[in-house]
């Protein structure tokens, strides 16, 4: 709370309607508020997860409502949104329509509009007129809000920060948050986002309020990499290093010399990623090379037992829909009680929407990096930014489901959604550019009558 109020990256112009993303994100990236108050069984029971609980539906929603009237009170053009995002609103758009073949449509469509809310909120800060300092803040708030309050539940409430595997009764370190998994990705987003804000920045470190944010930073990191290692989340730590990677190339003066080559690095990398992984099994071998469970903690049983239920390979079962009802009950009793996710984003896509769906993520996913390509020819900050959760994203969706509504994706949603500017901010563009035009031009008048007559005085002939 202190580094809310006296945080020195605070920016005075922030707008207060950045509080209903970064409420909406604090409860992804944790827990929902019924378990916050104690209902934390939901996941156990096969009927709650498909009634969901009121409370949840009621924050959201309301969550919702205030995103649309923010964005209609600053006149969002929807329709130049849209353009802009097409291979987006088209995987939104099949999500919707697969209400129409799933066995549980009303769920289908309550979890389509609750996921809804990622997209809306989203759009509150990077449709203001500092879409930058406004994605900054609402990420350093949350980091400031989820990191300490996972410290102090870790070290001082374990019957809340803890968790206990119901096989072997192996403590495992959860935070604020409700898995080891989510305690990883929150690890993976606070620690990229401060590394990537402080290699940002470190061209300016010599001022003194650009060095106190950057101590700031070097605190979380510390605090972030201490939490990681207690979550022991192997994804999130390889991930967290290679978001780092690429962050550090993008900033490089090599890289920005030659952008050309990070752009084809970062595809042609995962495409021979996934060559090695599921042609010759690298990951068994990576594995278990530093010790970890050749079957990636039981995901490769996972992936042939999920695929062995012959689901509609074109559209799935409906959005949101497979791990519901007796398919549920059944992998419940055969395998593992508690599992909801499939523990690979792609194979997730393909059990609820089908190839369409995966086809249309991977369309997205293009489109998404054509965008931040074009954005890295001018080496914004925001651009790396948006690289590196790219490639995480790629990457950390092999084991996990990283496509499933959860802090990574919608903080990957915020860095590479493109949003139409207000046309009240692009008439202040143009009032500043041409002011600026008409100063240079009278400064440059001015500078060309001096050299005329400093070389009239000197020679006759001005060297101009």
């Not at 996934?274 to 469970?293: C, E, H, K, P, W």
């Not at 039981?298 to 239920?309: A, K, N, Q, V």
Request: charged share 15%.
């Amino acid at each position: 709370m202190g580094l809310l109020c006296f945080d020195p990256a605070r920016d005075p112009g922030t707008s207060a309607a950045l509080w209903v993303p970064l409420i909406w994100m604090f409860i992804v990236g944790s827990r929902l508020p019924s378990q916050w108050l104690g209902s934390s069984q939901m996941g156990y029971s096969a009927v709650a997860l498909e009634e969901g609980n009121s409370l949840d539906r009621t924050i959201f929603s309301v969550l919702i409502l205030l995103a649309i009237g923010i964005l209609m009170s600053r006149s969002f053009q929807w329709g130049a949104f849209f353009g802009r995002n097409v291979a987006l609103t088209a995987f939104l758009s099949f999500a919707l329509l697969s209400v129409v073949w799933s066995d549980f449509p009303f769920v289908t469509f309550k979890r389509w509009f609750r996921d809804l809310g990622n997209y809306l909120v989203i759009l509150v800060p990077l449709s203001g007129p500092f879409p930058l300092e406004a994605v900054r803040t609402l990420l350093r708030r949350l980091c400031y809000l989820l990191i300490p309050l996972s410290v102090l539940l870790v070290k001082y409430y374990p019957e809340i920060g803890r968790q206990y595997d119901i096989w072997t009764g192996t403590a495992m370190y959860a935070g604020a948050t409700t898995s080891k998994n989510m305690f990883g990705v929150l690890c993976l987003v606070s620690g990229l986002f401060f590394f990537w804000d402080t290699v940002a920045r470190w061209s300016d470190r010599k001022e003194w309020r650009t060095r106190q944010i950057i101590l700031v930073n070097v605190a979380f990191i510390a605090m972030t990499l201490w939490l990681l290692n207690l979550a022991n989340s192997a994804t999130s730590r390889v991930c967290l290093a290679l978001g780092c990677l690429v962050v550090a190339a993008a900033h490089s003066k090599a890289f920005q010399r030659h952008p050309g080559f990070l752009k084809a690095l970062m595809p042609s990398g995962f495409l021979v990623y996934s060559i090695l992984a599921f042609g010759f099994d690298i990951n068994a071998q990576l594995a278990g090379t530093v010790g970890r469970d050749p079957t990636l903690t039981h995901r490769t049983e996972i992936w042939g037992i999920l695929l062995s239920m012959h689901t509609n390979p074109l559209v799935g079962t409906g959005y949101e829909s497979f791990w519901l009802g007796p398919r549920l009950e059944w992998i419940w009793q055969r395998f593992a009680p508690g599992l909801n996710e499939a523990h690979n984003g792609y194979l997730e896509v393909y059990l609820n929407l089908g190839l369409v769906g995966l086809l249309l993520l991977v369309g997205f996913l293009i489109a998404s990096y054509r965008t931040i390509c074009r954005s890295l020819n001018s080496f914004s900050s925001l651009a790396t930014l948006s690289l590196a959760l790219w490639t995480i994203l790629l990457f950390y969706s092999v084991s996990e489901a990283g496509f499933r509504s959860g802090l990574i994706w919608v903080t990957f949603l915020l860095a590479v959604t493109a949003v139409p500017r207000r046309a009240q901010d692009r008439v202040f563009d143009l009032d500043v550019a041409a002011f600026d035009n008409a100063e240079q031009l009278g400064y440059l008048t001015s500078s060309l009558s001096e050299i005329q007559v400093t070389g009239d005085h000197a020679s006759n002939r001005p060297n101009a």
